[in-house]
């Protein structure tokens, strides 16, 4: 157990609807990463968040936000959504953005966001 | 911009064997960290190992050890006495002292174990 929690694990919907993914860091860690994984391939880093703020922006699609909330969860949106977002959803916390590139990231297990 | 390279789409091994998985990266940093991640069927993504770039002595953790070279930028994974629970795909990351610190990832290493 990472202790990094994601809910939803599995969601199924329709095309052009919305779906929130939400994350709880590991206690004690400022930074929350979001990644997109696609059936059979690597993980595509999404948008990173530091104590509240955007740090740092990956391959997000404009239908995509997020945020961290002063309790430090974070959330995913995924709005107008297409059969090509169906994957794996990661969040991963580490302690720093700030701390240090050893800070390792731990993942959650991970939102299954099936769009039919 | 590095980039992470794993060379080896799928390996297989015969169950309490010792496999190498290879991977490779190109940076003109100095100072890094270098990490392998295990994702098994679940689908959860695990932590393997990490390595300082600064530290010349190799990580261990238990039947999982690298072999770091920094001067061949080549940073391998050898697993001792493999097991069935082992089998997984492997993915190896490198994480920037860039402002942002993010993990840029290798596409991976499937691994089966065979019994």
């Known amino acids: 157990d990472s202790g990094v929690t994601q809910t939803p694990k599995h969601l199924i919907t329709a095309t052009g609807q919305r779906v929130t993914l939400r994350c709880s860091p590991r206690s004690g860690d400022l930074s929350v990463y979001w990644y997109q994984q696609s059936l059979d391939q690597g993980l595509q880093f999404l948008i990173q968040y530091y104590n509240g703020e955007e740090r740092a922006k990956g391959n997000i699609l404009e239908r995509f936000s997020a945020q961290q909330f002063p309790d430090l969860h974070s959330e995913l949106n995924l709005s107008s959504l297409e059969l090509g977002d169906s994957a794996l959803y990661f969040c991963?916390?580490?302690?720093?953005?700030?701390?240090?590139?050893?800070?390792?990231?731990?993942f959650g297990e991970g939102s299954w966001l099936t769009v039919v | 911009a590095q980039t992470v390279t794993q060379s080896q789409p799928e390996m297989s091994v015969q169950e309490a064997e010792t496999v190498t998985l290879s991977c490779t990266y190109d940076?003109?940093?100095?100072?890094?960290?270098l990490f392998w991640y295990k994702q098994p069927p679940s689908r959860q993504m695990i932590l393997v190992i990490r390595q300082e770039a600064y530290k010349q002595q190799n990580a261990t953790e238990n039947r999982f050890s690298v072999n770091f070279q920094k001067a061949a930028k080549s940073f391998s994974l050898k697993i001792s006495d493999s097991q069935l629970g082992d089998a997984a795909m492997y993915f190896c990351a490198y994480r920037s002292m860039d402002s942002n610190y993010q993990l840029i990832w290798g596409a991976g290493t499937k691994l089966i174990i065979k019994p």
């Open positions: 991963a916390s580490s302690v720093g953005g700030l701390g240090g590139p050893g800070n390792t990231i731990y």
């Open positions: 940076t003109s940093e100095s100072d890094y960290y």
